[in-house]
Structures are given as structure tokens and as C-alpha cells.
């Protein structure tokens, strides 16, 4: 196929939060982004135009928190068995995983632990591919407080050990973040209550400093005041979850340089799932409302805020969730730039991913494209198209070199 050195775009997100331009043309010279111009014209029949007249694009979405080893079944004995199933059967599920992100647009995920390293073992099986097209950040295994909560994503540390030892003795091939769990789930019976943190200040920072002496970044699984502010104060990269942190925590976010992971989608899940007669059911939709609060106030005071759903959580599945999430954060007053921005450059840098780019002149191409304007996401990512920069080939997802297999978890 010919080289694309042209592209009209009906809209451009650039993904730096910047406005939406209307009617471009992008001239590209040498896989780079040469000019952003206006343009009137919606028919090229050029060879090496492509165009895009009606469609959005934006940068490649991330995923900042899923659990690919999981998938978001909501069958009890599904959800039991898979935590069990071997390395054989998973690889199947994590495949099609993958495939369903790719679908929705999303070019790379981070995930946050499963107890059995299978995500961990599947990138190093699959190091070729996931090369191209999809980046997988893994943790391998979670680390929590043993008889604490953590068991479904980690390995405990007892008593008597010290987190930071066993951090410097495990050996990280292939891993880019140490996962830390260091509080409960959210309660979904007692409104807001917080759960103790599982580590302390000291034992946070020394292994905070053993993962920064071995080049990896700090993932905190964090909800309530004491627990989010003790892992913000150790120096860890992100918080994950953070739900009824308080506006103290997220100040000091913005001021550390400290990224959030909001991840609602489970929430909301659980609320379409139960429903709103039972009280579990009308925590779920509180927390939920709560953590919207957050989101606003984080939106304003400018914390470095990053999309990731959970996925394989109950009732949140790969892919199509972020379009959950997504919306969610239009509820919290983010636009539709400001989302784009926390689902990719906002993630690139939390993720330190420099194949991706905001589309700004001078930077490498490669973008999604959604069908109509921007008024039509995120529910458009439904039916998206990937565009890489080897060559601009249009890459629709069948053209990938990628066949997902499908083995359901029984
Ligand atoms: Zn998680």
C-alpha cells in the first residue's frame, strides 16, 4: 500500500487538552506530523491522501488499571474458577483480552497484578507482538499484608517481613511497577468507612526506595484519608482507586506530581448489577457520587488524573468499559479533551511511554479514528480504527497480525 502523506480529519483531539480543530489537513513527512492546517475540502481522491473527512482522531488510548488474567464475569463459580485456572487456560482469556482493548481503541494497558503472575508470564511468551501493537505494563504479583485484603491480586508478606527485602529479592524481568496494596476494598455496607493502612509510613518508604533502586515506578491499590496519605508521602507514582481520600490528599497529589486512577467503572458496575433496592446497592451508587466529587475537585486543582477501569473486576469488561469510565468523567465536568487527555498523554507520562504522542506538530503518527464528531464519544468507540505510523496503513483490528482464540472460562 502506498505511504500516506496526507491525512483530512473532519476533528482533531490532540490529546494535550488543547481545543478540538475542525477541518484539518495533516501533510506528513517521514512518519512525522509536518503541518495542521485548515482545510474546506472533504474529497481528495489522491493515492497517498487518506481521508478522514468524517471521523475524529485522537492519540491511542491507555488503559491505565486492569487485571488481564481476569475477565469481568459475574458468575460466582466463573469468578472463583478463573483465579485457579492454569497459565494453559488463561493465556486464552488474556488473548482475548487483548484483542476486545484493541477494539476500544486501547494500544496499551497496565496491569495490576493477578496471584498467579499469569499477565506477567504472558508478556514474556509474547514479547514479539505485544511489541506491536499493544503495550502490556505488568506488576506480575501484588504485594499485601498477609490476612489482610490482597489475595486475589498478590502474595502476602508476613508478619515478620520486611516488604522492602522481599521487593529487592524478587527478580523483575520484564516488570515496570511494583503493585502495593495498602488498604481494603471500599465497604459496601457502612457509607465511607476506611479500612487501617497495611503498611506504615517507614515500611512504605523503604520500599518505595527499593523499587525506585531498581528502576521500577510504585502503583498503590489506596482508598480512605490515612491510607492514600501514607502512600503519597512514601513517594509512590499513582493511587489507584483513592475513594474517599479527601481533598488534603489530592492537593498534595497535585503538588508531588502523584497520578490518580480514579477507576469508577466498578462502582457503577455493581450498581447496574444489584440495582438500587438492596443497601449494597445504594452504597455502590454513594461511592460512586462521592468519587465524582473528587474528580471535580481534582479537575480543578489540576492532579495529573488517568483513566483505568478495573477491568476483570466484577461486571467490568476489557475494552468496552473505558467507554464507562469515560463517561463518567463527563460527569465530573471534564470535556471531552480533558477526558482524551487522562486516557492518553496524561497516561504516557504516568506510564513513560514515548512510542505515543499527542498529535502536535513535530510528533510521530499514531492516532485512532472514530466515525462522526467528537459529540459522539465516547460511545464511538464502539466501531474505531487504528492507524499506525509504519507507513500510515490504515490497520484495521482484522488486519492486525492477531488472531484472538476464544476459550471461555467455564
Ligand atoms: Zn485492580
Redesign the pocket.
Known amino acids: 500500500m502506498a505511504k500516506v502523506k496526507k491525512i483530512i480529519a473532519g476533528w482533531i483531539i490532540d490529546g494535550t487538552g488543547g481545543p478540538v480543530y475542525e477541518k484539518t489537513l495533516l501533510n506528513i513527512d517521514n512518519g512525522k506530523i509536518k503541518s495542521i492546517t485548515n482545510t474546506e475540502q472533504k474529497d481528495y481522491y489522491d493515492h497517498d491522501t487518506l481521508n478522514l473527512s468524517e471521523y475524529t482522531i485522537f492519540p491511542p488510548l491507555v488503559d491505565a488499571?486492569v487485571?488481564l488474567a481476569m475477565s469481568g464475569t459475574i458468575k460466582k463459580k466463573n469468578r472463583e474458577h478463573q483465579l485457579n485456572a492454569g497459565y494453559d487456560e488463561i493465556k486464552h482469556n488474556i488473548s482475548n483480552h487483548i484483542y476486545s482493548c484493541l477494539s476500544h481503541g486501547i494500544m496499551a494497558v497496565r496491569d495490576?497484578g493477578d496471584h498467579c503472575g499469569h499477565s506477567l508470564k504472558f508478556k514474556k511468551n509474547n514479547s514479539n507482538f505485544l511489541k506491536n501493537p499493544m503495550i502490556i505494563h505488568v506488576a506480575g504479583k501484588g504485594w499485601y499484608r498477609e490476612e489482610r485484603y490482597g489475595s486475589l491480586?498478590g502474595q502476602p508478606v508476613a508478619k515478620n517481613e520486611s516488604l522492602a527485602d522481599l521487593i529487592l529479592k524478587e527478580k523483575y524481568d520484564d516488570v515496570q511497577h511494583i503493585k502495593i496494596i495498602n488498604s481494603g476494598l471500599n465497604s459496601l455496607n457502612d457509607y465511607g468507612k476506611e479500612t487501617a493502612p497495611q503498611f506504615n509510613l517507614l515500611e512504605m518508604k523503604e520500599a518505595v526506595n527499593a523499587a525506585k533502586s531498581l528502576g521500577l515506578k510504585v502503583m498503590v491499590?489506596a482508598n480512605g484519608k490515612i491510607p492514600v496519605k501514607i502512600s503519597v508521602e512514601a513517594g509512590c507514582d499513582s493511587i489507584?482507586h483513592g475513594y474517599f481520600m479527601g481533598m488534603k490528599n489530592l492537593e498534595l497529589m497535585a503538588k508531588n506530581n502523584v497520578s490518580w486512577i480514579p477507576t469508577t467503572t466498578p462502582m457503577k458496575a455493581f450498581l447496574e448489577q444489584i440495582g438500587t433496592s438492596s443497601n449494597d446497592g445504594k452504597i455502590a451508587g454513594l461511592n460512586l457520587k462521592h468519587q465524582i466529587k473528587q474528580m471535580e475537585f481534582a479537575r480543578e486543582i489540576g492532579v495529573n488524573v488517568v483513566a483505568g477501569t478495573?477491568s476483570g473486576?466484577f461486571g467490568v469488561n476489557h475494552g468496552v468499559s473505558l467507554i464507562e469510565e469515560l463517561k463518567i468523567f463527563s460527569k465530573a465536568g471534564y470535556k471531552i479533551n480533558e477526558t482524551i487527555r487522562c486516557a492518553t498523554t496524561n497516561a504516557y507520562r504516568l506510564l513513560e511511554i514515548d512510542s505515543f504522542n499527542s498529535l502536535s506538530i513535530g510528533n510521530r503518527l499514531n492516532f485512532i479514528a472514530t466515525k462522526g464528531s467528537p459529540a459522539e464519544l465516547p460511545y464511538s468507540l464502539n466501531d474505531c480504527s487504528i492507524f499506525n505510523n509504519d507507513g500510515f496503513v490504515k490497520s484495521p483490528i482484522s488486519a492486525l497480525r492477531y488472531t484472538p482464540r476464544h476459550c471461555d472460562v467455564r
Do not use: K, L, N, S
Request: hydrophobic letters at 10%; charged letters at 25%.
Open positions: 488499571h487485571h495490576g491480586v491499590h489507584e478495573d473486576g
